[in-house]
Nanobody, 125 residues
Framework: QVQLVESGGGSVQAGGSLTLSCAAS??????????IGWFRQAPGKEREGVAS???????KYADSVKGRFTISQDNTKKILLLQMDSLKAEDTGMYYC?????????????????WGQGTQVTVSS
């Protein structure tokens, strides 16, 4: 059973930084075509993809976070990170990590099977 636990959320002023972590367990990354992604959902809005990374380190970012967010992973420890810099009020939302089993990079929610419970990020302007 794949389990994902996010942490690192909090409140920060615009222009500040946060690093989110996702601890993963219950699968062997190297045995499958897999990718892990970060998604977010703002109040009253649909969940959207933020960034994703494959087991070989290829990455994909939403246009809204390019140049500000960095996704990385420690495959040995099964920890996924999202470094968020130059935060804006519109980055506020619940952030989720998710696992996709399958080839290719995608930021489509429907392509991901396993989800964490989320961690809240609030950016004040």
């Amino acid at each position: 059973q794949v389990q994902l636990v996010e942490s690192g959320g909090g409140s920060v002023q615009a222009g500040g930084s946060l690093t989110l972590s996702c601890a993963a367990s219950g699968y062997t990354y190297a045995n499958y075509y897999m990718s892990i992604g970060w998604f977010r959902q703002a109040p009253g809005k649909e969940r959207e993809g933020v960034a994703s990374i494959t087991s070989d380190g290829s990455t994909k970012y939403a246009d809204s976070v390019k140049g500000r967010f960095t996704i990385s992973q420690d495959n040995t420890k099964k920890i996924l990170l999202l470094q968020m810099d130059s935060l804006k009020a519109e980055d506020t939302g619940m952030y989720y990590c998710a696992v996709r089993v399958g080839q290719g990079l995608t930021l489509q929610e429907a392509d991901f099977t396993y989800w964490g419970q989320g961690t809240q990020v609030t950016v004040s302007s």
